[in-house]
């Protein structure tokens, strides 16, 4: 009887670990928007940044954050000094500076540039036509996180378009994300 409710304990808890985000590139996430338009949840991180490892750790494996990522957005996983390259809005983006192997920071990805990303980590939403929506920089807790994907999901943001506004909408927001 130990055996059989160790094994199932076991089971529960590796079922609850194995939640991930369904994470893509940008041109996989921008070929499945021609096929599907849902709107694009960007992780945007470099190697060397502790915040953006945190945020995986804490934030992105949440059994909240995971399902609801997963269920309204294509996610994508952007390293903003990698070496990715996509066609957005008709323009190519590439890091022509990459350096393979080279450790530290590196020459940052034309597109991160483009995006006028101040720090990292950086979550970016894109609205369901890869339209820029904004960037929310920093490291955030699910429940810090929870606003801003459900302003976005519910096209929110189209009327909080002040502090004043967001800081009214967030006071009277009622989260569900547990820790």
Request: glycine share 6%.
């Amino acid at each position: 009887m130990k055996k059989i409710l160790f094994i199932t304990c076991s089971l529960l808890v590796s079922m609850s670990f194995a939640q991930e985000i369904k994470w893509m590139s940008m041109q996989d996430a921008l070929d499945a928007q021609s096929e599907n338009p849902k709107k694009i949840f960007m992780d945007v991180y470099t190697d060397w940044c502790g915040p953006c490892k945190l945020l995986d750790k804490k934030t992105f494996r949440n059994p909240d954050v995971v399902k609801y990522v997963n269920e309204h957005f294509y996610a994508v996983k952007f390293d903003a000094e990698g070496n990715d390259e996509f066609t957005y809005q008709g323009n190519k983006f590439s890091n022509p500076d990459y350096v393979a192997g080279k450790r530290g920071r590196k020459p940052s990805h034309i597109f991160a540039r483009s995006l006028r990303i101040s720090g990292y980590p950086s979550m970016v939403f894109f609205d369901e036509k890869s339209n820029l929506i904004f960037p929310v920089t920093g490291f955030h807790t699910p429940q810090q996180l929870e606003i801003f994907l459900k302003l976005i999901q519910s096209d929110d943001y189209k009327q909080v378009t002040s502090q004043k506004m967001f800081k009214a909408y967030e006071k009277n927001f009622v989260g569900t994300f547990k820790g």
